[in-house]
């Protein structure tokens, strides 16, 4: 299974076209000013160009930030179903770039804004659903172990680390991914991905060993996490008020290093640091003194000195940053910067973080590649 490529949102269809209309939405406006990019009003497709382009793709194809899945492919869409598309976005995949955006978990979107990107997403994958198959063969783990780490391992990753592949051990995707749904996609594949097709060289006994030993997976997940009460907009900017400026110089005028700033951290200099994620992810795990600034809302930024050194950070790890950076330099500060490859190289270090109970280091990821990178 060279790439199990299941789940949560997966896989490419190269002939999608780009949504028609969608707004150039992007953390600020043409005239720099840092206008919300969503509204109660906002249409389906506005709010998808919006929260979700950024990383699964204009075109719904995935790949545009942090090996976002496909949410288009139909082998994907046949057997997921609208409440699994609502609740993916509603509690995202905690520890991975993909926040919470409900409202009740501090994202941005009320059920209703949720179900308008759901029908969208489907409108634009055009593909009538299909019954999985059931079955009642019963799988052993231990023979499932050997052929997951063989052919799937090295995409789909473990408890330990995430490969380019859904990470299938992440804990709110196994509970939400019912059997019959794993198996569709290791029978038919996702087209044009990695994830080829096993029906015809699995079993229907293998295929269920292999779904038995990836259910193992949340016996050692962790406990349930508390959230951390939300930002208040009234957070201190700046961190050590009373010390020297750092003396960086970004690589690409962009992208400082998590080890350089961690120095800084130590040596007490004046920064600010900005969190571009949703207030959910902000509320359950964040860089000790950052300020939650999310890239869908960035009214903050007016309030953001000239003079004073600004790093964002994201776990994509440098797309939603990227926006805040961009937005910002465009508001005319020239001391902006990225954490280069973000706060989940920072938390797994074992670097300053106020996070809620339950919280774990994220799982090692995949190289990224900065040439991806847009901006």
């Avoid at 499932?144 to 995707?173: M, Q, T, W």
């Avoid at 910067?337 to 270090?349: S, T, V």
Wanted: aromatic share 6%.
């Amino acid at each position: 299974m060279k790439a199990l490529w299941l789940f949560l949102l997966v896989a490419c269809n190269s002939n999608a076209a780009p949504p028609a209309g969608t707004p150039p939405a992007r953390g600020s406006n043409q005239s720099g000013s840092a206008a919300p990019l969503i509204t109660a009003a906002s249409t389906g497709s506005e709010l998808y160009a919006a929260l979700c382009a950024k990383c699964h793709a204009e075109n719904l194809q995935g790949g545009a930030a942090d090996h976002a899945p496909s949410l288009i492919t139909t082998t994907f869409l046949e057997t997921a179903t609208d409440d699994f598309l609502h609740q993916s976005i509603a509690r995202g995949r905690p520890g991975t770039s993909m926040a919470a955006y409900s409202k009740g978990l501090g994202g941005p979107l009320e059920p209703a804004a949720i179900q308008r990107i759901v029908k969208f997403i489907r409108e634009r994958g055009n593909v009538p659903a299909k019954a999985p198959m059931q079955s009642s063969v019963v799988g052993d783990a231990k023979l499932g172990a050997a052929i997951y780490d063989a052919s799937c391992k090295v995409c789909h990753g473990d408890r330990s680390f995430r490969g380019e592949g859904i990470h299938l051990a992440n804990p709110v995707f196994l509970e939400q991914a019912s059997d019959p749904f794993m198996r569709h996609a290791i029978m038919h594949g996702r087209p044009g991905t990695k994830m080829m097709a096993f029906g015809n060289t699995l079993n229907e006994k293998q295929i269920s060993d292999v779904i038995a030993y990836v259910r193992t997976f949340a016996v050692t997940a962790a406990p349930k996490v508390a959230q951390l009460p939300p930002p208040t907009g009234k957070e201190p900017l700046v961190i050590f008020p009373g010390g020297k400026q750092p003396d960086w110089k970004p690589r690409e005028n962009r992208y400082v290093p998590v080890d350089v700033v961690k120095k800084a951290y130590d040596e007490k200099r004046a920064f600010i640091l900005i969190d571009a994620r949703p207030p959910s992810d902000w509320m359950r795990a964040r860089i000790t003194g950052a300020v939650s600034i999310p890239y869908h809302d960035l009214k903050r930024l007016a309030e953001i000195p000239k003079d004073t050194w600004v790093i964002a950070y994201c776990a994509c790890p440098h797309h939603l940053s990227g926006d805040v950076v961009d937005a910002l330099k465009k508001m005319g500060h020239t001391k902006a910067a990225i954490l280069d490859e973000g706060i989940n190289d920072w938390h797994r270090k074992g670097y300053p973080m106020t996070a809620a109970e339950g919280v774990e280091k994220p799982a090692l990821e995949p190289a990224h590649d900065h040439n991806h990178h847009p901006h």
